[in-house]
C-alpha cells in the first residue's frame, strides 16, 4: 500500500509546472522504484493464499497487471481534450485505490512463512537451485521480448499504417493488443493446472518467438489479418509470465519465496532496458519493419537455457 502511495505521488509529480529534466527523470526513477514493492509483493501474498494451482492464481494476478499496462492507452483514447495529463491523473488515482484496496481487503494468506532474519547470501543460495535457476532464466528471455513489445505496440501500428497508407486508431488497438493478454494469462492458469506450468510457459515463449522471427512478414499483410496477429502476439508474449512465476515460487523454499520472486523480477525488469534501448537506437538505422527480429534473442534464450539440465 504504501508502495502504491509513493509510486502515484511520483507519477503526479510530473504534472509540476516547468519541471526541470533532472526532476522529471528522478519522478520516473521513483515511480519504478515504487512498483518494485508492488509487483513481486502482489505476487508473494498469492503464493501465501496456495499450496496448489498457484499457476491459476498468478494467471489472474499478471492478467490484472496486464490489463493496467493497457489502460492508459484507453485513458488516451478516450481523454475529451487529448490532454497528456488526464492520463497521468487516472493511473496515480488508480494506483492508490489498488493500494487501499490492498490493505482494507487482503489480509497475510494462511501459508505465509515471515523470515526471521535478513539473510545477504540468499541469491546464490537460490541460484543454486536448479528449478529456480532454469526458470529465472526463462523468466529473463521472456522479458527481453515483454516490455519492448508492449512499448513498441504504437510504433508497429503506425509503421505499418504509413506503409499500407491507411488510418489506425493507434492507442485504441493499442490497449486491444496488450489488454487482449488478460484473458491468455487467465486461460493459461487453466491450462497450467491440468498440464503443468512448464508446458504453458514453454510454449507461450516458443511461439511468441516465431511472432519475433516472422515480424517483417506481417507489415505485408491485410489490415484485418495484421490487426488478429499483433493480437494473437499480445496474448503469447504474456502468457508464459504468470507460469514462469509460480516455477520461481515452487522451487525457492516457503521462507524464500518472496525474496527469490522480488529477485528474479528486478533482473528481469533490468533487461527489459536493455532490448528497448536497443529498439530505439536501431529505429534509427534499420527498416522497421526489421527490428523485431531482434526480439527473438530472448525466447530462444530461453527456451535453450529452460531445457538445460544444469
Known sequence: MICAFLGALSNLSLLIPNIAIFNLLTARFGTGFFLAGIYPVGMKIASDYYKDGLGKALGFLVGALVLGTAIPHLIKELSWSSDYRMVIIFTSALASIGGLV????VPDGPYRK???RLQLGVITQLFSIIGFRKAAFGYFG???????????VPIILKTYADLQSIELQVSFWSFI??????ISCILGGYISVKVGSRKVARNSLFISGLFCLSSPLLFQLPPQIFIVCLCLWGMLVISDSPQFSTMVAAAAPPELRGTGLTIVNCIGFAITIISIQLLSFLLDYLDPTLLYLFLGIGPIMGIILLRRNT
Not at 493488443?177 to 488478460?182: A, H, L, P, R
Request: net charge negative; proline share 4%.
Open 177 to 182: 493488443i496488450i489488454g487482449i493478454g488478460t
Open 142 to 152: 521472456h522479458m527481453w521480448e515483454l516490455y519492448a513489445f508492449w512499448g513498441f
Open 114 to 116: 515471515p523470515v526471521s
Open 102 to 105: 490492498m490493505w482494507l481487503l
